[in-house]
């Protein structure tokens, strides 16, 4: 049992690139997650699934897309890759996204940095 | 959103208890308090959670005011693996459905 798993680790983009970070859980859960974190700061939400062909915005979407074809996989694109998104990147999933007392389980992280 | 205040950073002794704090003064009757922590490099993962009544787990323990306004979060033995930033968290209606409001946390040194 894997957990969340996130692929790349680390990942250096110049400006205007575009890539794909992915994120897959083996939990069978119905929610999922992407969050970022800047240095210093807690994590905000990107956008979230409530299952499969199912996404909505959290509170910073700009510049970013999701997909969510599968209940595993949750993929971020970046299509116009800005410095204001050098951060490190977190997938979660929970079994229960509107059950106020569910447990959200966290992947490693991707660190971008866009140069 | 309903919101969380801790103190920015707490230092305990190694095998003593570390009480982190948090106060929620708006939280509402169906929210409820959670717990997670952020080690060095990592992602967060989920400490406690409770709603009004005291809350022990095999990590820690939780203890809820009376009115429901603040929370403390007690390590009853601190170890440097316990270093790491604790966010104190509202869940429910008033801080949104789906997501978690988590704040800049207590970072918690341990000294040896």
């Known amino acids: 049992n894997a957990g969340v798993t996130q692929t790349p680790k680390f990942r250096i983009l110049k400006i205007g690139q575009s890539m794909t970070l992915q994120c897959t859980q083996d939990m069978n859960h119905n929610y999922m997650y992407w969050y970022r974190q800047d240095p210093g700061m807690g994590l905000k939400l990107i956008y979230y699934?409530?299952?499969?062909?199912?996404?909505d915005k959290g509170e910073v979407p700009n510049g970013y897309n999701v997909s969510r074809s599968t209940t595993e996989d949750f993929p971020l694109r970046l299509e116009l890759a800005a410095p204001s998104q050098t951060s490190v990147y977190f997938c979660?999933?929970?079994?229960?996204?509107?059950?106020?007392?569910?447990?959200?389980?966290f992947g490693p992280g991707t660190r971008l940095l866009v140069l | 959103d309903a919101k969380t205040t801790q103190p920015n950073s707490m230092e305990s002794n190694e095998e003593e208890p570390v009480h982190l704090p948090c106060n929620h003064s708006?939280?509402?009757?169906?929210?409820?308090i959670h717990w997670y922590r952020q080690l060095p490099s990592q992602g967060p993962e989920y400490v406690i959670h409770g709603l009004t009544s005291n809350v022990n787990n095999r990590m820690a323990s939780l203890a809820i005011a009376e009115d429901r306004k603040s929370s403390t979060l007690i390590l009853h033995r601190a170890t440097l693996r316990d270093a790491a930033v604790y966010y104190c968290?509202?869940?429910?209606?008033?801080?949104?459905?789906?997501?978690?409001?988590f704040g800049t946390g207590t970072r918690l040194k341990v000294l040896a």
């Open positions: 968290i509202l869940r429910g209606p008033t801080s949104g459905t789906y997501k978690y409001i």
């Open positions: 708006t939280i509402s009757g169906t929210d409820y």
């Open positions: 699934s409530v299952g499969a062909g199912i996404t």
């Open positions: 979660a999933s929970s079994s229960l996204g509107s059950g106020r007392s569910e447990t959200q389980y």
